[in-house]
């Protein structure tokens, strides 16, 4: 299994700023996602983080608004630039490991409340 | 593409009883994987448990059982024994054995979630 943690855990922000949140493994993931999950309500997959080279966007999201890293295997980032009260979700790391059958381990998510 | 549908928005049980979380999916793929994934209040999604479909017998883990059933594309949940902490949203997905010439590989796709309820 591999553990997952993300910071900041929430964090309420002002209308046109931008935050970042980082998201650690404790194990090297092949593959690392990033998604989108209003309370209550489903995941919808923003991107997929790949190493060393631009992430790969699911439609209707795109990269001047999400900027996405992932410097390692172990490490990635996810901003929510220029933020409006309609990006106040939760947004959820997830990784893969190596050889695994096809199940993603999850971060805590990051509570984002933009007024 | 595939799509999960998850018909229960909401399902409640008695301590200790048992209780089928249902799911269906679309897919022309003959060769995937599903999961059961829970979340509780506290956000963190785990696993609950994981079906091969090329395997014809059902998966299990202690209390959780699925009932696979490939030709309907039919893949329900069921808690045996509910216990307070299974109190939790559920969600169904869907992940295909090879993304072939997706531009996001190995994504899964999930349900829209069933909330489950354990009353004392």
């Known amino acids: 299994s591999a553990v997952i943690s993300q910071k900041p855990s929430r964090d309420i922000c002002q209308r046109g700023t931008s935050l970042t949140i980082q998201c650690q493994v404790d194990?090297?993931?092949?593959?690392m996602f990033w998604y989108r999950q209003q309370p209550g309500q489903s995941l919808t997959l923003i991107a997929t983080?790949?190493?060393?080279?631009?992430?790969?966007?699911e439609s209707g999201f795109v990269i001047d608004k999400f900027p996405i890293s992932r410097p390692n295997l172990t490490f990635s980032t996810l901003t929510v630039s220029n933020m409006s009260p309609e990006d106040s979700s939760i947004y959820l790391c997830?990784?893969?490991?190596?050889?695994?059958?096809?199940?993603?381990?999850f971060g805590e998510g990051s509570r984002l409340t933009v007024l | 593409a595939q799509t999960v549908t998850q018909s229960q928005p909401e399902m409640s049980v008695q301590e200790a009883e048992t209780v089928t979380l249902s799911c269906t999916y679309d897919t022309s793929e003959s060769n995937y994987y599903l999961f059961w994934y829970k979340q509780p209040p506290s956000r963190q999604m785990i696993l609950v448990i994981r079906q091969e479909a090329y395997k014809q017998q059902n998966a299990t883990e202690n209390r959780f059982s699925v009932n696979f059933q490939k030709a309907a594309k039919s893949f329900s949940l069921k808690i045996s024994d509910s216990q307070l902490g299974d109190t939790a949203m559920y969600f169904c997905?869907?992940?295909?054995?090879?993304?072939?010439?997706?531009?996001?590989?190995?994504?899964?796709?999930f349900g829209q979630g069933t909330i489950l309820t354990v009353h004392p």
């Open positions: 194990s090297q993931v092949t593959m």
């Open positions: 997830s990784g893969r490991l190596a050889g695994n059958t096809g199940e993603l381990f």
């Open positions: 983080a790949n190493q060393g080279s631009e992430a790969t966007y």
């Open positions: 997905a869907f992940k295909p054995h090879v993304n072939a010439g997706g531009t996001s590989y190995g994504k899964l796709t």
